[in-house]
């Protein structure tokens, strides 16, 4: 398996300064600051906002992929995960992560499209990963 990359650069001090976030593929650069991530969310990206743009990508592949070893491949799994960014004794830390998705899967009755959505959110690699925070599900299949 490959090993990805990406990289950042700060420059200044926190509040007053400014980054670059990059991914290694070239496919998207952007730039960050103090208030793009700890205040309106305007003027650039967030480490947070990637995170969420990651971990939505890991699960709806996941989910997409359960679902195709089980005989009912989706037509599509279209899901957004929202990322909290909390202080927690005084300190930045993320503490909660909503997927919200949506299957349209032909031939598959709800239960079943729950099981493998909450299969799916536990096994993705991103999921995994972020074992440390509260990862919640909403789950719907549309018909």
């Known amino acids: ?27 998207f650069s952007g730039s960050y600051s103090f208030v793009s991530r700890f205040e309106s969310g305007e003027g650039g990206t967030n480490p947070e906002e990637l995170i969420a743009a990651a971990h939505a990508g890991c699960f709806s592949m996941a989910l997409s992929n359960m679902l195709a070893q089980d005989g009912t491949p989706a037509t599509s799994v279209r899901t957004e995960a929202a990322v909290t960014l909390d202080m927690v004794d005084g300190a930045p830390m993320i503490t909660k992560i909503v997927l919200s998705t949506v299957g349209s899967v032909p031939d598959i009755d709800e239960a079943t499209f729950l099981t493998k959505a909450e299969a799916a959110k536990e096994g993705c690699p991103v999921s995994k990963l972020l074992t440390g925070a509260e990862i919640e599900l909403d789950a719907t299949l549309s018909s």
């Open 1 to 27: 398996m490959p090993t990805r990359t990406s990289s950042a650069e700060w420059q200044g001090d926190l509040k007053g300064g400014s980054g670059e976030l990059s991914l290694g593929s070239g496919a």
